[in-house]
């Protein structure tokens, strides 16, 4: 079909376009405001690298970029922009110091009633994730996270005091961040003290569990305490490819995609699903489920979301397994695809294809809430002397993604809204620096720690601006 065929960009009148970031990353003051310590504080470099004993200086998170102090200035931001939906997360340890109290500090819960009215002032929806990869450190020491079943009361102990806190700010929340990312990241996803090494795959998948019950739980309670709430889980998703038609990479292709899959057929369906089972029978696994599990998790979500950034090929051939850099999932490059400066592969049509592979799934509504570019940016001065970034490279990455969405869109599939990841730049989840910037606002921090915490519109702020305006309308082919 030519260019003059094709019909227009269709998104539906209450799309809601935004962005997204997460506490951890965002909004420092780690130890004010009676914040107990989580994770976060004590891993410096990443998903990947060390923990350590207490906070040290050379943790980017425990300033992040300030949020906690510079909520108003970003909002408005976000307002000019014009973003009708901000994803953020509440941080445990604001809430919960050390996670296992019997009341939240006040002074947390005030924190975040401060911030989603700054969103409601300009008709912003805060959509909320409960748990965005932190855990209250105390929890993780002294419990191990979510091994130990304790972890699903001390959750439901959190989520119930800030859904009666926000039920009249909040309408849309996410239970786990990317749940799916446990199995390879059990500290960040899982508060799991113990070291991956030592971590069996019984205590991984009894982790699982575990979440699940908390998950199905939170739906439980939202829909009781909130009635007129959203509330969805959230995966991290990785389409994948057979490196060759070989049906021996094929099955290969069905087996990963069944270990991610597995995280939304829990969530959607309420039952572990046949596949599974086969795996924990052949793994020696056996889930430990108590009175009431079965009947809880029959509590399903109301919308699935999900962050994309790449797709990844799977084979069967022992000498072809090479590892993608920066892949959390693992998975083999696709040759036909480039990379970004961290090595993740850019495949917009990945998008269109997870789209239509989640509603063919579940048929409910889809929820794009993590999707852009880590780059090194360079801030410049223009000749009437405003700062900004040339980022073409993230306009372009950004656009030819928002094309699949519309061409999902036209497949037929139920999408309720898009926010990209780091819509003003973040400290990195995966390697915790800050040069690995996401936003369509330029955070004038650096990795020695340096600069002024100010903040700059790149060029891609005006063209979402646009997109947003026309409601997708000025996207190009």
Same mark, same amino acid.
């Given at each position: 079909?030519?260019?003059? $065929?094709?019909?227009?960009?269709?998104?539906?009148?209450?799309?809601?376009?935004?962005?997204?970031?997460?506490?951890?990353?965002?909004?420092?003051? +780690?130890?004010?405001?009676?914040?107990?310590?989580?994770?976060?504080?004590?891993?410096?470099?990443?998903?990947?690298?060390?923990?350590?004993?207490?906070?040290?200086?050379?943790?980017?998170?425990?300033?992040?970029? @300030?949020?906690?102090?510079?909520?108003?200035?970003?909002?408005?931001?976000?307002?000019?922009?014009?973003?009708?939906?901000?994803?953020?997360?509440?941080?445990?340890?604001?809430?919960?110091?050390?996670?296992?109290?019997?009341?939240?500090?006040?002074?947390?819960?005030?924190?975040?009633?401060?911030?989603?009215?700054?969103? &409601?002032?300009?008709?912003?929806?805060?959509?909320?994730?409960?748990?965005?990869?932190?855990?209250?450190?105390?929890?993780?020491?002294?419990? @191990?996270g979510w091994v130990n079943r304790k972890m699903i009361g001390f959750y439901?102990? +959190?989520?119930?005091?800030?859904?009666?806190?926000?039920?009249?700010?909040?309408?849309?929340?996410?239970?786990?961040?990317?749940?799916?990312?446990?199995?390879?990241?059990?500290?960040?996803?899982?508060?799991?003290?113990?070291?991956?090494?030592?971590?069996?795959?019984?205590?991984?998948?009894?982790?699982?569990h575990h979440e699940f019950v908390a998950s199905a739980s939170a739906v439980?309670?939202?829909?009781?305490?909130?009635?007129?709430?959203?509330?969805?889980?959230?995966?991290?998703?990785?389409?994948?490819?057979?490196?060759?038609?070989?049906?021996?990479?094929?099955?290969?292709?069905?087996?990963? !995609?069944?270990?991610?899959?597995?995280?939304?057929?829990?969530h959607v369906r309420g039952h572990y699903p046949g596949y599974m089972k086969?795996?924990?029978?052949?793994?020696?696994? $056996?889930?430990?489920?108590?009175?009431?599990?079965?009947?809880?998790?029959?509590? #399903?979500?109301?919308?699935?979301?999900?962050?994309?950034?790449?797709?990844?090929?799977?084979?069967?051939?022992?000498?072809? $397994?090479?590892?993608?850099?920066?892949?959390? &999932?693992?998975?083999?490059?696709?040759?036909?695809?480039?990379?970004?400066?961290?090595?993740?592969?850019?495949?917009?049509?990945?998008?269109?294809?997870?789209?239509?592979?989640? +509603? %063919?799934?579940?048929?409910?509504?889809?929820?794009?809430?993590?999707?852009?570019?880590?780059?090194?940016?360079?801030?410049?001065?223009?000749?009437?002397?405003?700062? #900004?970034?040339?980022? !073409?490279?993230?306009? $372009?990455?950004?656009?030819?993604?928002?094309?699949?969405?519309?061409?999902?869109? !036209? %497949?037929?599939?139920?999408?309720?809204?898009?926010?990209?990841?780091?819509?003003?730049?973040?400290?990195?989840?995966?390697?915790?620096?800050?040069?690995?910037?996401?936003?369509?606002?330029?955070?004038?921090?650096?990795?020695?720690?340096?600069?002024?915490?100010?903040?700059?519109?790149?060029?891609?702020?005006?063209? +979402?601006?646009?997109?947003?305006?026309?409601?997708?309308?000025?996207?190009?082919?």
């Amino acid at each position: 079909m030519s260019q003059s $065929q094709h019909p227009s960009f269709n998104f539906p009148e209450n799309f809601l376009w935004g962005g997204a970031i997460a506490a951890n990353q965002a909004e420092g003051a +780690y130890n004010l405001g009676g914040k107990g310590l989580s994770t976060q504080d004590v891993a410096p470099k990443g998903i990947m690298g060390p923990i350590t004993e207490e906070p040290t200086e050379d943790n980017m998170k425990l300033i992040g970029i @300030d949020l906690y102090h510079r909520y108003k200035e970003d909002v408005k931001l976000f307002a000019e922009m014009g973003f009708k939906v901000f994803r953020t997360s509440i941080a445990w340890s604001r809430i919960f110091p050390k996670g296992d109290e019997l009341e939240p500090n006040e002074e947390g819960l005030q924190f975040y009633d401060d911030l989603f009215d700054e969103c &409601l002032k300009y008709g912003i929806e805060p959509l909320v994730t409960l748990s965005h990869y932190e855990t209250p450190l105390y929890l993780s020491k002294e419990y @191990d996270g979510w091994v130990n079943r304790k972890m699903i009361g001390f959750y439901e102990r +959190y989520v119930t005091a800030v859904f009666k806190r926000y039920q009249n700010k909040v309408k849309y929340w996410l239970t786990f961040n990317e749940i799916n990312s446990i199995l390879e990241a059990p500290f960040m996803s899982g508060g799991i003290y113990t070291p991956k090494e030592k971590l069996s795959k019984q205590d991984l998948y009894q982790a699982i569990h575990h979440e699940f019950v908390a998950s199905a739980s939170a739906v439980k309670l939202c829909h009781e305490i909130i009635p007129n709430a959203q509330i969805g889980c959230m995966m991290l998703s990785m389409p994948t490819y057979p490196l060759t038609p070989n049906p021996d990479d094929m099955i290969k292709v069905m087996e990963f !995609e069944h270990s991610n899959y597995f995280f939304g057929d829990v969530h959607v369906r309420g039952h572990y699903p046949g596949y599974m089972k086969r795996y924990f029978r052949e793994n020696g696994i $056996q889930i430990q489920m108590e009175d009431g599990d079965e009947d809880m998790l029959l509590h #399903t979500v109301d919308f699935i979301s999900f962050s994309y950034y790449m797709s990844i090929c799977q084979t069967a051939d022992p000498d072809k $397994q090479v590892a993608g850099e920066g892949n959390l &999932l693992g998975g083999i490059p696709n040759p036909y695809l480039p990379a970004s400066e961290w090595g993740w592969q850019i495949d917009p049509q990945g998008l269109r294809y997870v789209l239509n592979m989640f +509603y %063919d799934r579940y048929q409910k509504p889809l929820f794009i809430v993590e999707n852009g570019l880590g780059a090194v940016d360079e801030l410049i001065t223009r000749p009437d002397g405003e700062k #900004t970034v040339e980022d !073409e490279y993230r306009i $372009q990455y950004l656009n030819d993604h928002l094309v699949q969405v519309a061409e999902a869109i !036209e %497949d037929g599939v139920e999408i309720m809204g898009y926010t990209s990841w780091g819509c003003i730049d973040v400290v990195s989840a995966s390697s915790a620096q800050l040069k690995k910037r996401y936003g369509y606002i330029y955070v004038d921090r650096h990795d020695d720690g340096s600069g002024t915490l100010e903040r700059y519109r790149k060029k891609s702020f005006h063209w +979402y601006k646009e997109v947003i305006g026309s409601n997708g309308k000025s996207l190009k082919r």
